[in-house]
């Protein structure tokens, strides 16, 4: 009984150095004051006039979609919409253009996360209307929206006759390691570290097969690793040094089900940014199980900042994603929000 007694307070013990360990090598990022979220624009509701699809013509649901559309603009007694097809060289910017030149007012991402990030960076700022046919394998702005997924034709007619808001976007500055820069827009989630591994790691034939559980299997290659040094600047604030796995950027929070980012809202004006610093795969255990039952206590491995930009700089090359597409490796970079910067169509 006394060994056992004996065991039991020595695992305990290390627990606790193990905790304590985990504190003082994760310490929260001081901030230099909490901006205050802002009240989502009013949008005058007006119905479409002319229609553009932008579609990937390599998803399997591509033409259905299209078929979709046709049928919804010509109950509505609206002109046939215009059809630009994506390349391997161009996501969905240049169809985008073209639809603009075109006077469309209303133009519709087929495709995946990427198709949709495409048309965005196009027409953000601008009085166009995005609208969303969900065609990907993770389509996770359409799930934040609750846009159906597997209703080609309901997801049509949100698409052209849905209610409108604006939105926020998302915006990476990339120093690469090469030196050029490059800015992308992001609607979702982008990030520097393990998570953009995971990305660049991820079979694409697994992934054609069984979809998001090729995520997944990647994932667990890049649980083992090792933390990095970055300094952050929170804001205009002081620069501060953590260890680090990864560094997300959010503008919604939800992940295949998951409510990863709780307070990320998508048209507060705020960007959300969150610091996993887990040692072991069993820090990532623990973040998993506090994501998964949304528990409200704090953790060590995890942190939340709520921030109109933020500044980072890597002791070494780390990686980058955008809304699950990888970006290439970088030194130094900086995310920032455009509040209410994109008009979009959904339920």
């Not at 039991?8 to 909490?34: D, F, H, M, N």
């Not at 048309?119 to 969900?134: F, N, R, S």
């Not at 990305?199 to 090729?214: I, N, S």
């Not at 970055?230 to 990864?246: C, H, K, N």
Request: proline share 5%; aromatic share 4%.
């Amino acid at each position: 009984m006394h060994k056992n007694r004996v065991i039991i307070a020595s695992l305990a013990g290390g627990a606790g150095v193990a905790a304590l360990l985990s504190w003082r090598s994760v310490r929260k990022l001081i901030e230099p004051s909490s901006p205050l979220s802002r009240e989502p624009d009013e949008v005058e509701q007006v119905a479409a006039g002319q229609v553009a699809i932008v579609v990937n013509p390599s998803k399997s649901q591509a033409e259905a979609a299209c078929h979709a559309v046709r049928r919804v603009c010509a109950e509505a007694g609206l002109p046939e919409p215009l059809v630009f097809e994506t390349t391997v060289d161009d996501a969905g910017q240049g169809g985008a253009r073209q639809a603009l030149q075109a006077g469309c007012d209303t133009i519709l991402a087929a495709g995946g996360d990427g198709t949709v990030r495409a048309v965005a960076e196009v027409i953000e700022d601008a009085e166009a209307t995005l609208g969303i046919l969900p065609l990907g394998t993770g389509n996770l702005l359409a799930r934040n929206l609750e846009i159906p997924i597997d209703d080609v034709h309901t997801t049509a007619l949100l698409a052209v006759r849905g209610r409108v808001r604006r939105i926020d976007v998302g915006h990476l500055r990339l120093q690469h390691l090469n030196g050029t820069e490059a800015d992308h827009a992001f609607l979702v989630i982008a990030g520097v570290g393990t998570d953009a591994d995971l990305f660049d790691d991820t079979d694409e034939q697994l992934k054609r097969r069984v979809g998001w559980l090729a995520y997944s299997e990647a994932g667990l290659r890049q649980l083992p690793g090792q933390r990095k040094r970055v300094s952050f600047q929170l804001g205009d604030g002081p620069w501060q040094t953590r260890r680090v796995r990864s560094v997300l950027f959010a503008n919604c929070g939800k992940l295949q089900g998951l409510d990863f980012v709780p307070e990320a809202k998508l048209d507060d004006g705020i960007l959300d940014a969150v610091v996993l610093s887990p040692r072991s795969a069993a820090g990532w255990v623990w973040i998993f199980l506090k994501t998964a039952f949304r528990a409200k206590n704090e953790i060590p491995v995890i942190s939340f900042y709520k921030t109109k930009k933020v500044s980072l700089r890597c002791t070494e090359p780390m990686n980058t994603q955008i809304d699950g597409d990888p970006t290439g490796m970088v030194n130094t970079l900086q995310a920032w929000i455009n509040p209410s910067a994109l008009r979009i169509r959904t339920a």
